[in-house]
């Protein structure tokens, strides 16, 4: 099994010397294990937190152990009669073509004809469930809302878009990092305005295409995204605080809002979550999702690269908006 492990905790960007590549040769299965042959590896904005040692929601990963993360795979060989050979299974054994372990780490999936194996680890996994979490259960999404979503073009911020639609928003607008990214937000995902954040102030920018304000941001990027919302924000507006991604390889502090103030005088909701409190929510999650799926009302993109040993530079093109929609690693075990 070709596996990557992270070599070295990474200040600021990560470079080749984070990641190393290894063989591990997996003995005879043992009683109630079974071995998955992946069929696609999640890289995720998470993963750069945890490669920090510091505590957090999460525990940092283990230097010199494989990343562990989202992957889904075909059971190949089982000594467990719960997990047998050819299901589907989502796990998170992370970056490594084949993985061996206890049938308990292993959740089997449904096969649903037309629903490629890959949307569990993006809109009809935990990507999707981050978007439908953060805009009805954080955000409060009530109809005819004007929804703002920003890194709204990647596989959590496609979704939102989306879903934002779907449970009755009024406007909904967009912020990406390329002009190609802009024009899907509108022709495909159903935006009615969306703008390249790297083409001006963000703050200028949203204020133009929000004359009547914002009820709810979903906040995917944090710095100046933030602060610019928050000069939009409508009198009881909410903003779910979902990622921060545009600080993740900072080495320096950056400064806060400088209108956080705005909060009080507008009566505004800032709610921080993050998904592992709220998997309570997936099976509805799941009944609409695959609902609206097969009513070919949902799209989806994903930004896909071959080859295990290709994970690190796939998540290092994530982190700076390489991807449309999902980016993920096809191992072809
Ligand atoms: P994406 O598919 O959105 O990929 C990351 C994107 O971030 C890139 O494509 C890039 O798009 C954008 N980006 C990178 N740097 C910047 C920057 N400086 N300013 C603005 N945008 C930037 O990843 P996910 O959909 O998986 O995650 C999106 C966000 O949601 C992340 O912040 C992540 O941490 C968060 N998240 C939170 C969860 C929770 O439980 N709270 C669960 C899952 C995700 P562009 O080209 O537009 O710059």
């Not at 080495?251 to 979550?273: K, Q, S, V």
């Not at 982190?319 to 929609?325: D, L, P, T």
Request: proline share 5%; hydrophobic share 40%; with cysteine.
């Amino acid at each position: 099994s070709t596996q990557i492990q992270l070599a070295a905790r990474p200040t600021g960007w990560p470079t080749a010397e984070t990641f190393r590549t290894v063989e591990v040769t997996y003995g005879d299965l043992e009683p109630g294990q079974v071995r998955v042959a992946n069929e696609y590896v999640s890289v995720d904005p998470y993963m750069r937190g945890r490669m920090n040692d510091v505590k957090s929601y999460v525990p940092p990963f283990a230097l010199d152990e494989t990343m562990t993360g989202g992957a889904v795979g075909r059971v190949v060989e089982s000594a467990s009669d719960d997990v047998p050979v050819g299901a589907l299974v989502l796990h998170q054994y992370g970056w490594r073509d084949v993985v061996q372990e206890d049938a308990g780490g292993f959740q089997v999936l449904p096969e649903i004809p037309g629903v490629p194996s890959s949307l569990y680890l993006g809109i009809l996994g935990m990507t999707g469930l981050t978007a439908y979490v953060g805009l009805t259960t954080i955000a409060d999404l009530h109809e005819g809302d004007t929804v703002f979503v920003s890194g709204a073009a990647g596989a959590v911020g496609t979704a939102v878009g989306q879903i934002a639609r779907l449970l009755g928003a009024g406007r909904v607008i967009g912020s990406a990092g390329s002009a190609e990214k802009v024009e899907l937000l509108t022709s495909r995902y159903g935006y009615d305005a969306a703008f390249n954040y790297k083409d001006g102030p963000v703050r200028e920018q949203l204020r133009e295409v929000t004359p009547d304000g914002v009820d709810v941001f979903f906040d995917n990027v944090g710095g100046d995204h933030l602060e610019a919302a928050l000069d939009r924000m409508n009198t009881g507006g909410r903003i779910a605080l979902c990622g921060a991604i545009s600080q993740y390889n900072d080495t320096e502090r950056t400064p806060g809002p400088d209108n956080l103030a705005n909060a009080i005088t507008r009566g505004l909701t800032l709610r921080g979550f993050t998904l592992g409190g709220y998997l309570d929510h997936a099976p509805r999650f799941r009944e609409l999702m695959t609902g609206w799926f097969s009513e070919e009302k949902i799209a989806y993109d994903e930004t896909v690269v071959d080859g295990i040993e290709k994970a690190p530079q796939a998540f290092l093109d994530m982190m700076s908006g390489g991807n449309v929609g999902k980016m993920l690693v096809r191992t072809g075990a």
